[in-house]
């Protein structure tokens, strides 16, 4: 960031306050200049930082000046990390949160799609409810493994709005065959820890441990659905998974009580599914498709590709 | 940006142009980095998957128990799979599966050279499956889709595959072709297609 870059700034929050305060282009210079080049604040949250300072000085509200606040965006405009951006949006899911460091996780949406949130603990904001629309303003972009976030923090200022958000549909629709069913399939369980959703491996569980009461059961299949061009993982559901396969959460413990193993009931589901053609619709999760919908595709037209065949 | 090993998919190839595909390569020094095979058409693959009908099992291990299955395409080539030890469920259902059958396989390609100095292809499988005809008629149709998108790219296009195809390949790419039509019309003999 050059001191032109930050003197084009200050001349701006200048003009913001130059009729409420007694300040000077150089004084406001000097603290983009501190918070940039010392505390190495990225130049939006400087600027952002700067603003509030005066206007607490002058007593007035960040409503009353324009033009002052970040880029307005839509979820599916977030295509990079550390921008600092106002969203509205809904929130759509809220999750478990895994650390104390986090206050709520979950889901937010607007017309354009979804993204993940996180609120940190430390930044003492308001609890948001789900299904509840929010004017969220200064709230900072993040990107894992390609997927987008954004984060509430210290900074963030939330607004309920007293108003209806249709949310987009982000769902995926696949189509290919399922070539491989992952470890942690089939008949599983879960630790029994209130509010936890790991899955149990040799009885335990990576947050909890060796939990005092048994598990609970559950069903869920992670397999590749592959087109010969693509893969995409898939996790299918207790529900899903017993509609793709036939084998309901009672049967498979009693396959397991019988066979005194529950792995019978994933080599079964193996025989039942693997090698076999599926589209799948669903939201995506990071890597994975949640599958909302399964069903067996009809033949292609093959006579279609036949005349493609025959023309090249 | 983190990279994370990411499965490879699995390529739709007939059997005579898999067969052909006799150049296996690494991209990178590292023991555990994946083998390809060079497909003819032009494309890479550490994976394919099959349906086809399993023709023959046979035990050809001398101490231990080795599979052999033969699958045969729409189009009279044949893949050869081989499971051993280390490809427990893939050898137990090579040994229990009554031929002829329709099976689903998923594997690694693998090159074998003969004494006489042939190099044979074969899939080591990571799984097998019975499956029923629609299965195996859909397969046919994708993967003629799929070989013909590798010829028309081979064709106009000039990706680092297709340059290594042109290379270390003197196959004529059309023969490709002339299979995905065969195995395409050998859809329309069976009974369900002629209904119209």
Known sequence: MTETDLRTHAEDIYEQFSDQLDISVEEITERLETLVNEYKVPTSEARRSVINTYLDEAGMDRDDIMGGGNERKVVSDVDRAEEWIDLKAKVVDLWEARSDAVAQVGLLGDETGTIKFTKWSKSDLPTLEEGKVYELRNVVTDEYQGRYSVKLNRTTTIEELDEELEVGDDEVAIEGALVDIQSGSGLIKRCPEEGCTHVLQNGRCPEHGEPEEDGEFDLRIKGVIDDGNQVHEVIFNREMTESLTGITLEKAQEMAMDALDTSVVAEEMHDRVLGRYYTVTGPTLGRYVLANEVEEPGMPDHEAVLIKARSI | ?196
């Open chain 2, 1 to 196: 940006m983190a990279t994370t090993p990411t499965r490879k998919v699995a390529r739709r190839v007939f059997a005579r142009e898999f067969n052909d595909a006799t150049y296996t390569f690494k991209e990178s020094d590292d023991d555990r980095a994946p083998l390809y095979v060079l497909l003819p058409t032009g494309e890479r693959a550490n994976r394919i998957f099959v349906v086809g009908t399993l023709t023959e099992t046979e035990d050809v291990g001398q101490d231990s128990e080795y599979w052999q299955g033969r699958i045969v395409g729409p189009n009279g080539g044949t893949f050869f799979t081989y499971a051993g030890q280390y490809q427990p469920d893939a050898a137990s259902m090579l040994r229990e599966l009554e031929p002829p059958e329709y099976v689903a396989l998923v594997g690694k390609p693998r090159t074998y050279e003969t004494d006489d100095g042939d190099i044979n292809v074969s899939v080591r499988p990571e799984s097998i499956t019975a499956v029923d005809e629609a299965v195996r008629n859909r397969w046919v149709v994708e993967t003629a889709e799929r070989t013909l998108e590798r010829i028309e790219a081979f064709e106009n296009g000039s990706s680092e595959y297709i340059q290594m195809a042109k290379s270390e390949y003197d196959h004529p790419i059309d023969t490709y072709r002339e299979q995905a039509i065969e195995a395409l019309e050998s859809l329309d003999s069976q009974p369900e297609a002629t209904a119209d």
